[in-house]
């Protein structure tokens, strides 16, 4: 049984020798008193001095330090850069949103109302959001207030019990595309569900055919029809007090992400992105940096299209192609159906595809289906492929655990690397990170990596008896033969966890 409030608490990389945040870019941490806790400075520039003076004075008031005088500031004169938008629970969507006094409500008015480039959206603490945010360009995404970081979720929240039907004895419904059913995500009719969550329990079992639903809180999806069926002895909102079902999200394109970034040029930290059946944060707008944020519970809806049926999907963070210049570092990445991260595609017009200037660095990853998966499929000779992919100083924990693990079809990729269908060039380096315990491997290469995929200076802990490459027979113990028969982990330390 999996309850979210025993997620693993997030120890720090300082813990484990990596540098901190050292909050340059905030003017205080997560759980501070700030009004301001996550205002960015392009925020700040795009204020008038005796509105940025006031809210740094409240910032830092209660450490005892002082505020500078809006002379120092000198932003009385500055250009706006980006207009700052403010979203609250107790907001209105019939406000201007540039005021904490008057700020929008809801992700829906964000993404209507967002000029087209550079702004500041902030959203505030303490909060939860249910949507799905389309980034304009150059729209930076974080937070105010003071407590824990605002949850942007697509959550539907399944608690009316009138919003239930009997089907059959032992089996209610209810239907996903109406919003008098059910709270939380309300404007999407999506019944593409990927998890429920149960009084804290999270429920996996999403079976494939309405006469499957065996155990209690097993669910169906008929998706044509926007309806969700559960098995429950009785109407499910009666017996549960608590009961949420996590889309895969349908509003800007095929696969479903909390955060949107197709344009590109956007700055997203200090949010907490959980609960959604499709993926966390995903596009293929260049100039993106993913920091200081929480992702977790994500994935598990069916992929259509597959030469499996019961193919599941989910990835906090997906990059299809071209996209270049991301940087994802500092964060939490937790619970995911399958990868933290992953860059991957084709062009199905055989257009030329690539991924370039990539880096994952300095985060805590725990609890996913895998770490870090590469794959292309493309026969343009054109195609640049994967250029300075870049993946360092993170710890992973416990690749191919977690509250998905038992429900996976495909048991064998319970990994933390993984890599398939590699038709372009390669330029991966994987280095510095801490890789600890893995369920079935350590890696996962359907085909042999090319000569460009450079694993080195890694350290490596697995249980006894893992093996280091799934299609390979050596295991931990046997690493030293391994490394000189695949070529790879060079100077990476390697042994067996007690």
């Keep these: ?169 032992g089996v209610w419904k209810i239907d996903l595309g109406s919003p008098d059913t059910h709270g939380g995500y309300t404007a999407t009719n999506d019944a593409n569900v990927g998890f429920l969550v149960v009084e804290g329990v999270v429920k996996p079992a999403l079976k494939f055919a309405l006469s499957d639903l065996d155990a209690p ?53 200090d949010v907490h992105v959980t609960g959604t059946g499709g993926c966390g944060i995903r596009g293929n707008g260049s100039d993106v940096h993913i920091h200081d944020c929480l992702i977790d519970y994500i994935g598990g809806s069916w992929l259509a299209g597959q030469p499996v049926d019961n193919t599941r999907y989910g990835n906090a963070i997906e990059n299809w192609p071209n996209v270049s210049r991301w940087t994802v570092e500092k964060n939490e990445i937790a619970q995911v159906y399958d990868v933290a991260w992953s860059p991957q595609g084709r062009d199905q017009n055989g257009g030329p595809v690539f991924w370039e200037d990539m880096t994952i660095r300095d985060n805590y990853i725990h609890d996913c289906g895998q770490m870090f998966e590469i794959w292309s499929q493309n026969s343009n000779a054109e195609s640049p492929g994967f250029v300075r ?45 801490t890789f600890d315990d893995a369920y079935s491997a350590y890696s996962y290469h359907a085909e042999g990596p090319p000569s460009g995929y450079v694993t080195r200076n890694n350290t490596i802990r697995l249980k006894a008896g893992t093996k280091m490459q799934f299609q390979r027979p050596e295991t931990v113990e046997q690493a030293a033969d391994w490394q000189a028969a695949t070529g790879r982990e060079s100077g990476s330390t390697i042994t067996v966890l007690p």
């Excluded at 105010?144 to 059959?168: C, F, V």
């Excluded at 069926?229 to 608590?242: F, H, K, L, Q």
């Excluded at 360092?392 to 996976?408: L, Q, T």
């Design 1 to 169: 049984m999996w309850l979210l409030a025993k997620r693993p608490v997030l120890r720090g990389l300082r813990a484990k020798g990596k540098k901190q945040s050292d909050g340059t870019d905030r003017l205080m941490k997560e759980g501070g008193t700030s009004l301001t806790s996550s205002l960015s400075r392009r925020a700040l520039l795009g204020w008038t001095a005796s509105a940025a003076s006031a809210a740094i004075a409240a910032a830092m008031a209660p450490t005892g330090r002082s505020a500078a005088a809006p002379a120092d500031l000198r932003i009385s004169n500055a250009p706006s850069v980006a207009r700052t938008f403010f979203v609250s629970s107790s907001g209105s969507d019939d406000a201007d949103g540039m005021t904490l006094e008057s700020a929008w409500a809801t992700i829906q008015k964000a993404n209507s109302s967002l000029p087209v480039d550079s702004s500041v959206l902030l959203f505030r603490r303490g909060d939860t959001f249910y949507g799905e945010l389309n980034l304009p360009f150059g729209c930076e995404v974080g937070s105010y207030g003071s407590g824990a970081r605002p949850i942007l979720t697509m959550y539907k929240q399944l608690n009316a019990p009138q919003g239930w039907d009997e089907h059959a004895d």
């Design 217 to 269: 809180w097993d669910f169906y999806c008929d998706i044509p029809n926007d309806t969700l069926y559960v098995r429950s002895s009785g109407n499910p909102a009666t017996i549960a007090s608590d009961i949420n079902a996590a889309p895969k999200g349908n509003a800007y394109g095929a696969t479903g992400a909390v955060i949107h970034c197709a344009k590109g040029g956007n700055d997203i930290h």
């Design 389 to 433: 992919i870049l993946i360092e100083n993170n710890v992973c924990e416990r690749a191919g655990y977690g509250v998905f693990s038992d429900v996976r079809p495909d048991q064998d990729v319970r990994v933390h690397l993984l890599s398939y269908r590699l038709q372009t060039p390669v330029d991966v380096t994987i280095q510095n990170n």
